[in-house]
């Protein structure tokens, strides 16, 4: 079986002087415990959403790619694939794939020449924005929050050079995260498959970050896939009143952790750390996540769902499922539910080299 998950966040770790490389006892995925796990291609994202105005997204997105290639560098056990035939010799090989998507376009600057550098570097997808909308194109927080004070809302003309230009050149758009409008915008223009990479059912959790069904029915359309992400806050529309409860009872420890750390990404991760151990207490079972997915398969078909674990980007996972070592569970519980081999195979991963084959034509 080859086992495909569309997000994790692993490099901010990498990036504040954590050894990802080797076993880590924190956080969802290292490079060991992804090497032992059932996964064979794990997409690794460059984040900059949130640096300090004084700063170079386009150089700190370079300085996290310059450190992806080092991990790849210094273990013999994972690639960086660069094409569809590279992840299939890497499977053939038992290497795991770690191809790099961007979330969120503030790496480029609002340069398309500083997107072709990234294309040239081999990004695999890029995701137009995180939960800030840009000069060129809106998000979902920002949509939902915001609407009315948003700059621009949808894809300007810079914006629609953008996906014209990513599609031009084999690189997949991601709209996880993206506003209603951008994405309307994006569908309408967009000549490939188009993914959500880490995104789950509004119908069955109304969360911003999550997929209507027209959406779901125009990811169809488009030949592109959805990986499921299994946030409770996600999943489980009765989750974020139960966490809000259970944080109050923490809230002086959490106030503590990262106090003197003068990084806002060490203190998240500090943060995160935390949540991941504490909030195994109450978080839903895998049975909700496993629901987001069948809501899916029953809408437009199995062939259209994947996964988009988004590890190390969240504070917790569904019960029982606390780190990559857990991924194999999501096929034993359709094993469970009575799905054949071959169905599990294509939400586990198929279903993307597919993808991979109509994005590359």
Same mark, same amino acid.
């Given at each position: 079986?080859?086992?495909?998950? =569309?997000? !994790? ?21 290292? &490079?060991? @415990? ?6 064979? =291609? ?6 900059? /959403? ?24 210094? !273990?013999? &056990?994972?690639?960086?694939? *660069?094409?569809?035939? /590279?992840?299939? +010799?890497?499977?053939?090989?038992? &290497? ?23 294309? +040239? ?27 009315? @004070? ?8 810079? #914006? ?10 084999? $690189?997949?758009?991601?709209? /996880? ?23 789950? $059912?509004?119908? =069955? ?11 779901? =029915?125009?990811?169809?359309?488009? *030949? ?33 952790? #990262? ?5 806002? !990404?060490? @203190? ?25 997915? +069948? ?9 259209? $769902? ?6 190390? #980007? ?10 990559? &070592? ?36």
């Amino acid at each position: 079986m080859f086992v495909a998950d =569309l997000h !994790n966040d692993i490099v901010q770790r990498a990036m504040i002087g954590e050894d990802v490389g080797k076993f880590t006892k924190q956080g969802h995925t290292d &490079l060991s @415990r992804l090497i032992e796990s059932c996964i064979d =291609l794990e997409i690794l994202i460059i984040w900059v /959403s949130t640096i300090d105005k004084s700063e170079s997204a386009f150089q700190k997105a370079n300085e996290m790619y310059d450190k992806i290639e080092d991990l790849s560098i210094n !273990n013999n &056990l994972v690639d960086i694939p *660069k094409d569809l035939n /590279s992840i299939i +010799e890497n499977k053939k090989n038992n &290497l795991l794939s770690i191809p790099i998507g961007i979330e969120g376009g503030e790496a480029i600057e609002n340069s398309i020449d500083k997107l072709f550098h990234f294309i +040239e570097r081999g990004i695999l997808y890029f995701g137009p924005t995180w939960n800030h909308s840009l000069d060129w194109v809106s998000s979902g927080k920002d949509e939902f929050e915001k609407n009315d @004070r948003i700059k621009i809302k949808g894809l300007s003309k810079f #914006g629609k050079e953008v996906i014209h230009t990513c599609n031009e050149n084999n $690189v997949i758009i991601d709209v /996880s995260h993206i506003g209603e409008k951008s994405f309307w915008d994006i569908s309408s223009i967009s000549k490939k498959p188009f993914i959500a990479s880490h995104s789950s $059912v509004y119908n =069955l959790c109304p969360h911003f970050r999550n997929l209507k069904d027209e959406q779901i =029915l125009e990811i169809k359309n488009s *030949k592109g896939i959805i990986g499921v992400n299994p946030y409770p806050f996600f999943i489980d529309p009765n989750f974020k009143k139960k966490e809000s409860n259970y944080v109050k009872n923490i809230k002086k420890k959490l106030d503590q952790i #990262g106090i003197n750390d003068i990084n806002p !990404n060490l @203190r998240w991760i500090k943060k995160q750390h935390y949540l991941q151990k504490k909030l195994t207490n109450i978080v839903p079972s895998l049975d909700l996540f496993i629901d987001h997915i +069948e809501y899916i398969i029953k809408l437009i078909g199995i062939d259209y $769902v994947a996964i988009g674990s988004d590890y190390d #980007g969240l504070d917790c996972l569904p019960k029982g499922w606390n780190s990559c &070592l857990d991924h194999i569970k999501i096929s034993e519980s359709l094993d469970q539910k009575g799905y054949s081999f071959l169905e599990i195979e294509k939400i586990m991963g198929k279903n993307f080299l597919r993808l991979l084959e109509n994005n590359f034509k």
